[in-house]
Nanobody, 117 residues
């Protein structure tokens, strides 16, 4: 079992920046990927950024060059951070932390990002 705690998000003007973090605890040795997805109103959930244990990173086409994912870990937790720059109104939505393990997939509760133009 893995527990996820998300932080960050909020209301920001277009062109601004935000940082989202997600801390995973529990059976972190089983984690093989961490990242973020988002869901805009009336749309399907889509990939934002995902990094696997081999260091391979995949970004959604609409965020390339503006979003940066990073991972860190210690004995107690693994943390995935998403640095979001040059925000656009199209980036508005609920952002979900994702953690994939060798046993199961886990999702955070979601954090709202609202970009005002």
């Amino acid at each position: 079992q893995v527990q996820l705690v998300e932080s960050g998000g909020g209301f920001v003007q277009a062109g601004g920046s935000l940082r989202l973090s997600c801390a995973a605890s529990g059976n972190i040795a089983s984690i093989n990927a961490m990242g973020w997805y988002r869901q805009a109103p009336g749309k399907q959930r889509e990939l934002v950024a995902l990094r696997n244990s081999a260091g391979f990173t995949n970004y959604g086409d609409s965020v390339k060059g503006r979003f940066t994912i990073s991972l860190s870990s210690d004995n107690a937790k693994s943390t995935v951070t998403l640095q979001i720059n040059s925000l656009k109104s199209a980036d508005t939505g609920v952002y979900y932390c994702f953690t994939g393990t060798v046993y199961d997939d886990y999702w955070g509760q979601g954090t709202q990002v609202t970009v005002s133009s």
